[in-house]
């Protein structure tokens, strides 16, 4: 039965620093350096850890301990306060991952860079965890395997075949694509490339693929080919006219500190009137996206421009209104 060692990772750190002296060093010795309060025997059981499972080079006889190898060292991180407070909120951060098939690698990363924290290493009880809440977006559901295998073909410059229902459908069709880059938008993922039915370059969910294969056929990118013709990173992957629409938005003085207080967009133009209320301008590609947002925020914003996306906010709230008639 394997014998299970408790071990504290900032002891092992101590202990690795003395031993990289290449003095010899008995285990009181070694108590007395790192901290007396420990017995004899914890420090043995740490050098049996460090010979045995961290493979450390340790020479061992009558005058004590010592590594024979000059370079050796075990690795750690060493992390500020303020890096020590990302590491306490990553964890309940990684919460709008579950059930995506990142959540498991990104745990596991998590827990690798914790095992290398020293044990003693302590912060602000306002930083802890229960303390701090993430509410994630709502996301779909995507399979491991159809995730993984999506990002080989990506990797790998190989075409896919897949059945895709799109939104207006109720029905699965055959796709073939040349995959060509992959962005998460609030959780959701989608892939971007050539799709061979359509001839042209298209954008699919994740999650509404399915039965996804990687061909053996190759496929080379455009040189010509840029993310931004098809997505405005900081709006969304709505598929939309190249030519970045110009926008004016009026905001109410009831919302007024909401919109004062938020970039909407790098390159924005912000005023705030005397009448308390906020004008808005930026240029992006994504109409939807853009209508979406306004018809969240209710009364509270008024679309001054461009007159095309005033026109399609008006019939969208007309078709809104009939549904309560």
Not at 125 to 147: A, C, G, H, R, V
Request: glycine content about 4%.
């Amino acid at each position: 039965m394997e014998r299970q060692v408790k071990v504290n990772n900032w002891r092992i750190i101590k202990i690795d620093e003395l031993l990289q002296t290449g003095k010899w060093y008995t285990a009181k010795e070694i108590v007395q350096a790192v901290d007396a309060s420990y017995s004899v025997r914890t420090i043995q059981r740490d050098l049996e850890y460090l010979r045995d499972t961290l493979g450390a080079p340790i020479e061992s006889g009558s005058q004590g301990y010592r590594y024979y190898e000059k370079n050796f060292f075990i690795k750690n991180i060493q992390l500020t306060e303020g890096e020590v407070f990302s590491v306490a909120v990553l964890n309940p951060l990684l919460e709008q991952y579950r059930d995506t098939p990142l959540e498991n690698q990104l745990r596991s990363v998590f827990q690798k860079i914790t095992n290398c924290l020293p044990d003693k290493i302590t912060i602000d009880s306002t930083f802890l965890n229960p303390k701090i809440t993430f509410i994630p977006d709502i996301k779909e559901k995507i399979n491991q395997e159809l995730f993984n295998t999506v990002f080989d073909a990506m990797k790998n410059c190989r075409s896919l075949t897949f059945d895709y229902r799109p939104l207006q459908k109720s029905s699965f069709m055959e796709r073939t694509l040349d995959p060509y880059h992959a962005v998460c938008q609030k959780g959701n993922w989608y892939v971007i490339g050539k799709c061979h039915d359509k001839g042209d370059v298209r954008i699919f969910s994740f999650g509404r693929m399915k039965n996804v294969v990687m061909t053996s056929n190759k496929f080379t990118i455009p040189k010509d080919f840029k993310t931004s013709d098809f997505f405005d990173s900081e709006m969304g992957v709505w598929l939309s006219d190249r030519t970045p629409l110009e926008v004016e938005l009026l905001f109410d003085k009831e919302i007024a500190t909401y919109a004062a207080t938020r970039i909407f967009h790098s390159e924005q133009t912000m005023q705030e009137h005397e009448d308390g209320s906020v004008y808005l301008k930026f240029k992006t590609t994504q109409k939807k996206e853009l209508i979406r947002f306004i018809l969240g925020q209710g009364h509270t914003v008024k679309v001054l421009s461009p007159s095309n996306l005033v026109e399609e906010v008006k019939a969208e709230l007309e078709k809104t209104l009939g549904k309560y008639k």
